[in-house]
């Protein structure tokens, strides 16, 4: 199963999609997308920059404006986050040397509290 951990490359950014996928094509400016999502132009740009992340709202409003889902760009976003998690994590945390610095904290069978 492919996970944020065993991917070799960053997920496209959900502003990489929109604008290459959605505006581009669509011959839609930023500035336009704003006027039809009701947001400062600042806000669309940003996320397209990569500088700020797609919120529940902006997901709405943007899967209104594009005939798309929310879910859609929630999940675009949530797949960057999750591998940019996983990265900064496993270069902050060295690697133990076997199982014995590992804990599993599942119970097991026939344990107690």
Known sequence: MLTTA???????PPGEMLLEEFLRPAGITQVELAARM???????NSVIAGRRAVTAETAILLS?????TAA?????????????AEHRLARSRPRS?????SRNLAPT?????
């Open 72 to 84: 859609l760009w929630l999940n675009l976003q949530i797949a960057v986050d999750l591998w940019d």
């Open 64 to 68: 209104r404006a594009l005939g798309t």
């Open 109 to 113: 069978r026939g344990s107690t509290g």
């Open 38 to 44: 009701g947001v400062p132009i600042q806000r669309v």
């Open 97 to 101: 040397k076997g199982r014995s610095g």
């Open 6 to 12: 065993t991917m070799k490359r960053r997920p496209t």
